[in-house]
């Protein structure tokens, strides 16, 4: 027993001491450089009548406008039976450090006012059909956070995704075999292994929390976005129909930084 113990917890001195993950993954320990520091730890919370009465989810999220936060749909999706009746923002979280502060938005009618998800996302559609309009935003009410920097990532609708093109992925997984839960950014590429009306896959390490990662490619150095974790090995594609959705919402419900 006491051999068991003692192995027990050489096993977590190495995992906290050296911050030991999955080969894939990098833990980025420095979260106010470009572009981890406009990445956010969301924890939404529900009020649920079923499969149970209430529960909260972590999840990731990223900015894209000073005061919006593209995310997967199903991270914010809010109707009747499971209502969405809070939302704290924390970006850049490193463990307990929140270098820019955090934002909650409480109450169940201001939820409904800050989210905004694609009109065909359903959470009753099959997956397949559920992945291709996987995504909203949470609009800020001003823009909070004044030290941060939010222009990180790029949208663009000319741009085309490709089999072979190398992805980046970076959110807050949770994975109990390694002993964390949403506690810091993990970073890793791979290849796009196939690219569909909507859809792409990859063979990313990816787990419960990364949902509503950016997934991005370098290309004439800018951060270009291609897509969001959804599902598995497989995220919601922004081909040029969904990226000029995203950005009518920011015509919409954008205001300026103060400090852009």
Known sequence: MKKSIAILLLLLTSFYGFGQLPSKLEKISNTRIDPFNNICYLNIYRDRTWPKKDGSNASTGFFIT???????????????????????????????????????????????????????????????????HDFGIIILPSTNFKDLKKNSFVLDDHYSLKVGDTLNVAGYPADPDYGYDGDFITFQTDTCSFVGNKIFNHNLDTYRGNSGSPIWV????????????????????????????????????????DNQ
Do not use: M
């Not at 959804?230 to 009518?248: C, M």
């Open 66 to 132: 000073p005061n919006i936060i593209l995310t997967a749909a199903h991270n914010i999706h809010s109707v009747k039976g499971s209502k969405v009746t809070s939302i704290e923002i924390i970006p850049g979280k490193n463990y307990k450090e929140f270098p820019f502060g955090t934002l909650e938005i409480k109450g169940e009618k201001e939820c409904d006012a800050a989210i905004k998800t694609h009109p065909e996302y359903s959470f009753f559609q099959l997956s397949g059909n559920r992945i291709k």
């Open 218 to 257: 370098k290309n004439g150095g800018k951060n270009i976005l291609v897509g969001i974790h959804t599902f598995g090995n497989a995220g919601t594609l922004l081909d040029k129909e969904n990226t000029v959705l995203i950005k009518e919402w920011l015509k919409s419900y954008s205001l300026a930084a």
